[in-house]
T-cell receptor
């Protein structure tokens, strides 16, 4: 089955700096890669996603890139703000009759 | 529109006891999913309901776990008897269509088995 690796487990950045979170996946059949943000006391919330026919997608300060050859995808957050502090999960999905496979999550801390 | 709600938010029980977790999906969402995150690990799929039917229960760890969704509305997940390794956060998600991009997660129930 699919295996998603997410490293490191924690990341600390200064407010205003950029943060990059990387994930790798194992199943070349995976075609959908969502990113979730989990704030304290809340459930994971989908913040951006990318499909395998696209290499990059942006939404304001966040962007996701996908390298199918290397089987890795990354979340980029620019101009980080304290409210970006949260746990971020990457996931992979191979399509109908499959299920989301998540990474272990990374705790991002943005220092004011 | 109310989101996915879960009850309780936190449960502490002793090994061997029984616990029932409840999930109320967003109204009108036929698809309901249960996930679990053991501390520091990935979020893992447990099962998927379409209305009251179990579409996929391949992620259920063992027969100590029983999920129900009578009437196709709210769902319960019972753990009986609970073991130490069952500790973790149990998330519920719902969606109108069976599309992962449309899953809305609840806040989770943190289960601690001592």
């Amino acid at each position: 089955g699919e295996n998603v690796e997410q490293h490191p487990s924690t990341l600390s950045v200064q407010e205003g700096d950029s943060a990059v979170i990387k994930c790798t996946y194992s199943d070349s059949a995976s075609n959908y890669f969502p990113w979730y943000k989990q704030e304290l006391g809340k459930g994971p919330q989908l913040i951006i996603d990318i499909r395998s026919n696209v290499g990059e997608k942006k939404d304001q300060r966040i962007a996701v890139t996908l390298n199918k050859t290397a089987k890795h995808f990354s979340l980029h957050i620019t101009e980080t703000q304290p409210e970006d502090s949260a746990v971020y999960f990457c996931a992979a999905y191979t399509g109908a009759n499959s299920k989301l496979t998540f990474g272990k999550g990374i705790t991002l801390s943005v220092r004011p | 529109e109310a989101g996915v709600t879960q009850f309780p938010s936190h449960s502490v029980i002793e090994k061997g006891q029984t616990v029932t977790l409840r999930c109320d999906p967003i109204s009108g969402h036929d698809n309901l999913y249960w996930y679990r995150r053991v501390m520091g690990k990935e979020i893992k799929f447990l099962l998927h309901f379409v209305k009251e039917s179990k579409q996929d229960e391949s992620g259920m760890p063992n027969n100590r776990f029983l999920a129900e969704r009578t009437g196709g509305t709210y769902s319960t997940l019972k753990v009986q008897p609970a073991e130490l390794e069952d500790s973790g956060v149990y998330f519920c998600a719902s969606s109108q269509q069976a599309l992962v991009s449309e899953q809305y997660f609840g806040p989770g129930t943190r289960l601690t088995v001592t």
